[in-house]
């Protein structure tokens, strides 16, 4: 069975051009991939927290501690993907000098 990996990053979350696009990405794998199971990584409604200190003093000495819950999920999302979408907002056009 396939298993696609969609990660949502727009913070618009009632219009977005990019939310659409990726849904319509989702949904054609899906269709191409009968029986596919989705996994959904929605960033703005469901934030990944910065990398704390307590992240830091465990992760090379206490792999099972619960501080490194999260990142063990994470990865293990990525590695269960045979496909990832990515859909990423583009709120500019160009890049302001300041």
Do not use: C, W
Not at 8 to 36: D, F, P, Q, T
Not at 76 to 92: H, K, L, T
């Amino acid at each position: 069975m396939t298993t696609i990996l969609h990660i949502a990053s727009s913070s618009n979350l009632h219009n977005s051009v990019s939310r659409e696009i990726g849904a319509a990405a989702v949904e054609g794998l899906k269709k191409a991939n009968a029986g596919a199971k989705v996994i959904t990584r929605d960033l703005v409604q469901d934030p990944v927290p910065h990398i704390a200190p307590a992240f830091v003093d465990v992760l090379y000495t206490k792999p099972d501690a619960p501080e490194l819950a999260l990142s063990r999920t994470l990865v293990a999302e990525i590695v269960a993907s045979d496909i990832i979408v990515i859909e990423a907002p583009m709120y500019n056009s160009t890049f302001r000098p300041y």
